[in-house]
């Protein structure tokens, strides 16, 4: 298990099981982070940034996302089960996603590519 430092942002970072379930980590800067079989299960991500960013093998179901920034983010093979993308900013939201579970995910009003 990996857990956050006190930084505010971080920069071409790999974390291996970082545990955030049921947080509120705070506002937050990551760019050019990989985050591998993290838990991120009704974390509140609210106001942070992900720019450039890979998720592999995380669960981020229910995970709160208000004024979150996705800017290129990925996420392979995540469980997304019940994520609201809609109060996330749109014009930084550009996701890919890939043999993900987006059961009951909402992305009204978004732009999906």
Known sequence: M???DDRSEFS??????LTLAGTKPGSRVFR???FEGG???AADLSDTRFTDCTFRDANLANARLVNVKLGTV????CKL????FTPCEPVFFDVA??????SYCVFAG???K
């Open 81 to 84: 089960i019940g994520v609201d």
């Open 32 to 34: 050019d982070c990989v």
């Open 39 to 41: 838990d991120f299960s």
């Open 110 to 112: 978004m732009s999906l």
């Open 12 to 17: 071409d970072d790999t974390f291996r099981g």
């Open 2 to 4: 990996t857990i956050l």
């Open 97 to 102: 996603f890939d043999q993900c579970d987006l």
């Open 74 to 77: 990925r996420f392979e093979r």
